[in-house]
């Protein structure tokens, strides 16, 4: 066990350090000169010079590299080319991605597993051809597309959600709440995030109280309508209740369009898998027990069809990240995904290069969560290559 | 003096065609199954078409150009009509309008299509080729060299290939279809295609097939291109579809975020169409402009996706045995009951003062599953009277009745016996037996018949007695089991098929030198969870006369496990 752990940490201490040396390579080779020639036209020779040195960028290739491996290391995510913290900019960005990855991803897992459980357990037919088309209809979609169609019906004919195109930055809200109030957009974000986990705690530990104590399974619907609940006494209780449907209100459209080509993905490994586990003897013996149908579905093959889905889904993340990505530009939402299409118009690589390590870094510690979670749960791993994952669909 | 070659080039090439000619019937075969497959699924085919369409639309464009549109008006780049006011709606002029430019929308559509199709397949192709060199490379040689690939594998899942796609487009901003789809390659076939296929290669090293090839003495260079490469490919065909899809949506996206660039684009279409009419809502935008693109990248995408699904079906072996048991489905349809029903004894009716109530006694219908054998047993000589044996010189060794012993010692019940030749059926008892059972009792009778003839074989050669040859066919199937409920009536029915292919088998098998023993893909698949116990030779796909489709026959050459000792005495 303790090995198993040791040999993990090492592998994931082993590609962050290879992650972070290759992004210092790659902006060696995109940004053409370096920052001084590129972008301080007005200064003489000698002023470039000191510049330079002060930069750090006469220095010889490896003591560059050692010195971004210090700064990152200590967590000093270094500056944009406009004078700007990259921390700082982050900071006023990230709150509202993580706030639509999170919900999106979730929302999106759920109903790929809901609709990929359901179609293999009705095997083909008409419908699992049309809900298997429409899934894949929404993968491939051309994202923009999908936000157009979606803020025409949702936000201009519906009048459901606030239309977010073509406003690039929050720094004021409008509206009467937001004028006798210290919270900003990012504050309230991270409290939704909080609130949400803190509610999903409650509803599982309810969950597992009530099988532990009553011998009794909570119906799906009523633990979604708990976590709801909770939700929303947690932000009435600390007085963030208009502020936060608000936030999420804005955010609506992007966590729709995000859930509707994400969810596809999901919903074809998880048909995959379910099929291949309702061909098992262990299905067909609950079956021929008398079980009923719902409960032999619901326990002994989706649960077992689950693992895999889930092992795909996180290894998927740079993929899934791209989508929100690709969504806020087209909606104009102020998230990471903006900022890092900004850059790119501006040629502001070292922010761009901040962002996609990023990315990287939560999927290597997604993946580690995932193996140790695994491991957890199924001892086999621990003594077998845990590499030997099932990587086919 | 060299010692000259008895052969003449003429005959090399000769035997060098043949060898071709052998080879590309196998691929034919091979890809003709996979058509089989691939036509069964309906979403699959739409892709095709989808793909097909797009083609057409790509080889019209400079057709329609030269021909029917003069240039000055429908160039996608600088066509302008001054016919009509611009931005036009749709016309019979203009069947999808014009933009704001005065350049027509459908000539743009289709001019988009060619570049879109050379970035796809750059994509796809340095994917598959960068995959599965470096999937071979690291399940061929394994150790350092594979955990140091895999390493860096890891390494490059953590970018995401369109985002570094998008980044690359901005920075380079003349950058051609070809390079854009060679680095998507590079990304996607270090990072997903070798992860996926290196698992996949690391099934195929653990095959039988390839300790074999290493026991006769094959090379690496053997062994990856002639085992390893070939059992790759469907696989790596499956990523070359799923790289087309990302890769086009990424090159899309580099151009609708106005990093454009010098060839024309579905995405250059909607950024133009939002740059130049400065409508800032949706409202005011252009539909005629922006759907067609938009929906054409989706269509493109979503096109490719499906026929990747198509040849995933064929692609992965387990879906590959699924599909054959489908197919075999066919055979076991309602229809067959319906004699077994016209037959059935008439109900009997009572008659009451109150009411007429029948009696219906409706049988009971199950489906059992049993497995026949076929053998045959022939003494091999010159002489005039080689086949009977029963009428043969050595009328005194009564090889069939040896074989009916063995045969009922594995409880097996003798259906039809000929002079040479008897039928088998395992598994019909008047207890149910698993199929699995059937096919293994079936399989260890044969494989004994075989082992007690190769020892009488033996004792022959020394009395310089002619050899004794075993052929023996193996095939199962369902039958059904009709009873009614008063246990009066009581009837099954096998299918011809099984007890046809088992006959078949057996003939097949009896051309194979020195006899042999082949058995069904159902059977095959009835011994799945005990198949270790025997050694499964050659296979190959065979057509029976009677079947749509062709089903694949696997040779057992012998057991490592024996269920029955019979004494030989």
């Known amino acids: ?393 | 003096m060299t010692v000259q070659s008895q052969q003449s080039p003429k005959d090399l090439i000769a035997a060098y065609l043949h060898r071709l000619g052998i080879r590309l019937s196998l691929t034919w075969h091979r890809i003709k199954g996979g058509w089989g497959i691939f036509r069964e699924s309906p979403l699959a085919m739409l892709g095709l078409i989808l793909i097909i369409i797009f083609g057409i639309m790509a080889i019209a464009h400079p057709i329609l150009i030269k021909t029917v549109w003069p240039s000055g008006i429908y160039d996608p780049e600088t066509g302008f009509d001054g016919m009509v006011m611009h931005p036009a709606p749709p016309s019979s002029r203009h069947i999808l309008g014009t933009d704001i430019l005065g350049r027509d929308v459908l000539s743009m559509l289709l001019a988009a299509t060619t570049p879109t199709f050379i970035l796809g397949i750059t994509a796809a192709l340095t994917t598959a080729i960068i995959g599965i060199l470096l999937a071979m490379i690291a399940a061929f040689y394994g150790g350092i060299v594979d955990s140091s690939i895999s390493r860096v594998s890891d390494l490059f899942l953590l970018l995401p290939a369109p985002i570094m796609m998008v980044i690359i487009g901005a920075r380079f901003r003349e950058i051609g279809p070809a390079p854009l789809g060679l680095f998507y390659g590079l990304i996607a076939g270090i990072g997903i295609a070798t992860v996926v296929l290196r698992s996949h290669g690391l099934k195929i090293m653990k095959m039988p097939y390839i300790e074999a090839a290493r026991v006769s003495g094959g090379g690496a260079t053997h062994i990856i291109f002639k085992h390893l490469t070939p059992h790759m490919l469907p696989l790596a065909a499956l990523l070359m579809m799923t790289a087309v899809t990302g890769a086009v949506i990424a090159d899309g996206f580099i151009a609708f975020l106005g990093f454009s660039r010098e060839y024309m684009n579905w995405g250059t279409i909607i950024y133009n169409s939002f740059t130049y009419s400065s409508a800032l809502s949706l409202e005011e935008a252009q539909w005629n402009v922006l759907i067609p693109p938009a929906l054409a990248l989706s269509l493109f995408a979503l096109a490719f996706y499906l026929v990747s699904r198509g040849v995933h079906q064929f692609a992965d072996p387990r879906s590959t045995t699924e599909h054959v048991r489908k197919s075999k489905r066919k055979f076991f349809k309602v229809p067959e009951l319906l004699p077994v029903i016209k037959s059935a004894p008439e109900p009997a009716v009572a008659t009451t003062t109150e009411a007429t109530i029948p009696l219906v006694d409706i049988p009971i219908y199950t489906r059992k599953s049993n497995t026949f054998l076929q053998c045959r047993i022939r003494i091999v000589a010159s002489s005039l009277q080689k086949n009977r044996l029963l009428q043969s010189k050595d009328a005194s060794y009564d090889a069939l009745l040896d074989a009916m012993r063995i045969v009922s010692a594995h409880g097996g019940t003798l259906s039809h016996a000929d002079t040479d030749s008897f039928l088998a059926y395992f598994g019909q008892n008047q207890e149910y037996l698993p199929s699995r059972v059937a096919a293994l009792l079936a399989t260890h009778a044969g494989t004994a018949l075989r082992e007690h003839f190769e020892y009488v074989n033996l004792r022959r050669a020394n009395q310089n007695l002619p050899e004794v040859h075993v052929g023996i066919g193996i095939a199962s199937g369902m039958f059904i089991h009709a009873i009614n409920q008063a246990k009066e009536y009581k009837t099954s029915i096998a299918f011809e098929e099984t007890v046809k292919t088992a006959e078949k088998l057996q003939e097949y098998s009896f051309v194979l030198p020195k006899g042999g023993m082949l058995i069904s893909d159902t059977t095959f698949e009835n011994l799945e969870s005990v198949r270790g116990q025997f050694c499964i030779g050659r296979s190959g796909p065979a057509r029976f006369p009677w079947s749509a489709s062709e089903s694949m026959i696997y040779e057992v050459t012998g057991r490592n496990v024996a269920i029955v000792k019979h004494g030989s005495k």
Do not use: C
């Open chain 1, 1 to 393: 066990m303790v090995g198993f752990f040791t040999r993990k940490a090492l592998w994931g201490a082993l590609i962050i350090f290879l992650f972070v040396s290759m992004m210092f390579f790659l902006i060696k080779v995109i940004v053409p000169h370096d920052f001084v020639t590129q972008f301080t036209l007005l200064l003489g020779p000698a002023e470039r010079e000191a510049l330079r040195e002060e930069l750090g960028l006469n220095l010889p290739l490896w003591e560059q590299y050692l010195l971004w491996m210090k700064q990152f290391f200590t967590g000093r995510l270094g500056q944009s080319f406009y004078g700007y913290e990259v921390f700082e900019m982050l900071k006023a960005t990230l709150p509202l991605t993580v706030l639509v990855f999170f919900i999106g991803a979730g929302l999106a897992f759920m109903i790929g597993i809901w609709l990929g459980k359901f179609t293999a357990w009705r095997g083909p037919g008409l419908l699992t051809s049309t809900t298997t088309l429409t899934s894949i209809a929404f993968y491939t979609a051309f994202p923009p597309l999908l936000v157009w169609l979606l803020t025409l019906v949702f936000a201009k004919r519906l009048n459901l959600f606030r239309s977010v195109i073509g406003t690039r930055t929050w720094s004021h809200l409008d509206g009467e709440i937001w004028e006798e109030t210290t919270l900003t957009a990012q504050s309230v974000s991270w409290y939704i995030v909080l609130s949400f986990l803190v509610a999903l705690l409650i509803v599982v530990l309810v969950g597992y109280l009530a099988r532990r104590f009553f011998r009794r399974r909570i119906p799906f619907l009523l633990s979604a309508l708990l976590f709801l609940l909770i939700a929303f006494a947690i932000w009435h209780a600390f007085g963030f209740r208009p502020h936060a449907l608000d936030i999420l209100n804005r955010a609506a459209l992007p966590i729709l369009a995000f859930t509707l080509l994400a969810f596809g993905e999901t919903m074809l490994i998880m048909r995959t898998t379910m099929t291949d586990t309702l061909k098992e003897e262990y299905v067909k013996f609950a079956r021929a027990k008398g079980i009923p149908d719902t409960e032999v579905r619901d326990r002994h093959a989706a649960r077992n069809a689950i693992m895999p889905v889930v092992s795909r889904v996180v290894i998927a993340i740079p993929f899934l990240l791209t989508g929100v990505v690709i969504i806020e530009d087209a909606l104009g939402f102020p998230g990471v995904g903006t900022l890092l299409w900004d850059s790119l118009y501006q040629q502001d690589m070292p922010v761009v290069m901040v962002i996609l390590l990023l990315v990287g870094l939560l999927a290597i510690f997604a993946r580690i969560l995932l193996d140790i979670f695994y491991a957890y749960i199924d001892p086999r791993i621990r003594f077998a290559d845990s590499d030997a994952r099932e990587f086919t669909e």
